[in-house]
């Protein structure tokens, strides 16, 4: 009888529980999730690293699992950590003097890189942003882990400002910082456990270089500037060569070349032309006025005037030349020379048409007092001519 009504006490305490929700047992469980739980979603601490040492896993386990989870969210637990500013310079992007130090600063500054640009338009970056992330929270921080994160940051800070550097129509710019990212992904490749970040870096600076070469390329064909197109092509050569695109980069060179030297050659033109009316003018130093320009040539004017028509036909080759490649800095030295050339012209043209209007004056007065005389002459023969007649007759009726 004794053992029925225990039987009966037992039923109902677990009546009680039941509808209470409490099951034994449960409480001590509860409690300990909730410890680990508050663990997981603090910043990092003594207890945290002791229950993650206790369920490691290993390094290269975690990295391939982050690398096959690309895609999925980085938000694996609520850490509360130091929002560490980021500096930015023009070649490359640094975390400041006050480097992130700890598993967590690694973990918000890997955090504040989500959704970027760059790491969107080229994907392989994303795929190194997100398996950082969660190599960060996995196993003991060590120092080598450290210095892997380091380097694993400047890769992602160094592209992203390449990145921002291309669209921004900086290629120059944009191909130095992508050179930068180059070097950090050398450095990784030599560093333990840092290859498969830099394998993964390789591809997408290759392709990064590639359409930064076709940008460039692209630029050259709508610039009217020779030097600009030059300087485009240059840089874009540069680009396809980093791509590993060989056969491009010859191409852009062989064009280059060729572009260079019409470039020079019309240059040696233009800068002959300047210096041959340049001379005229500093020689035509008495071509001030027309009067001037008499007085110091005389009949010699007229020499003057075709050398002046000469080098203002030098000045105008030289501007053509100089608009035809667009060089606004030597078009600004070429204008006043052909602007001084054409005033000497016009004031020897003054002065050729007034020394001939004079000598036509002047001959013709003296054509004048000619035909005068030769008028009076030709009186006086026919006056001489009529007295002999009339003393002819005279002599035959005495």
């Known amino acids: 009888m004794t053992l029925c009504w225990r039987n009966y006490a037992i039923i109902l305490v677990i009546i009680a529980f ?33 229950a993650m040492a206790q369920t490691r896993v290993p390094v290269e386990a975690v990295r391939e699992t982050a690398l096959s989870g690309y895609g999925q969210s980085d938000e694996v637990t609520q850490n509360t950590f130091d929002q560490t500013p980021i500096t930015q310079t023009d070649d490359n992007v640094s975390v400041s003097s006050d480097s992130p130090q700890s598993a967590g600063a690694y973990l918000a500054a890997f955090r504040r890189l989500e ?3 760059a790491y969107t338009s080229y994907s392989e970056f994303e795929v190194i942003r997100s398996q950082a992330v969660f190599a960060v929270q996995i196993g003991d921080f060590t120092a080598a882990e450290q210095a892997r994160m380091r380097l694993v940051l400047d ?10 550097r291309q669209q921004a129509g900086e290629y120059e710019a944009a191909i130095r910082a992508a050179e930068n990212t180059t070097v950090v992904g050398e450095k990784l490749r030599s560093t333990a456990g840092g290859g498969q970040y830099a394998a993964l870096a390789g591809v997408s600076i290759d392709r990064f270089y590639a359409d930064t070469g076709q940008e460039l390329q692209s630029r050259a064909e709508t610039v009217s500037a020779t030097e600009t197109r030059i300087k485009a092509l240059e840089d874009a050569a540069r680009a396809y060569q980093r791509a590993g695109s060989t056969e491009r980069y010859a191409q852009i060179l062989i064009r280059v070349d060729r572009l260079k030297q019409t470039f020079q050659r019309d240059r040696d033109e233009l800068n002959a032309s300047v210096a041959s009316a340049q001379t005229f003018i500093s020689v035509c130093s008495n071509c001030d006025g027309a009067g001037t320009a008499i007085s110091a040539y005389g009949a010699g004017v007229f020499e003057q005037y075709r050398s002046a028509t000469e080098a203002v036909d030098d000045a105008n080759q ?10 606004t800095e030597r078009l600004e030295t070429v204008q006043p020379t052909q602007s001084a050339a054409a005033q000497r012209r016009d004031t020897l043209a003054v002065a050729s048409t007034t020394l001939i209007l004079g000598y036509s004056t002047i001959t013709g007065i003296i054509i004048g007092i000619i035909g005068w005389r030769v008028a009076l002459w030709q009186r006086d023969m026919t006056a001489a001519t009529r007295g002999d007649s009339l003393l002819l007759g005279a002599m035959l009726r005495g």
């Open 18 to 50: 039941a509808f209470t929700g409490i099951v034994p047992g449960a409480g001590t469980a509860t409690s300990t999730n909730t410890a680990q739980s508050d663990i997981v979603k603090t910043a990092p601490t003594v207890e945290r690293r002791a």
């Open 115 to 117: 959704q970027n640009n």
């Open 155 to 164: 890769l992602l800070q160094t592209f992203a400002t390449a990145y921002d």
């Open 318 to 327: 030289a501007t053509e030349i100089a608009e035809k490649h667009e060089m």
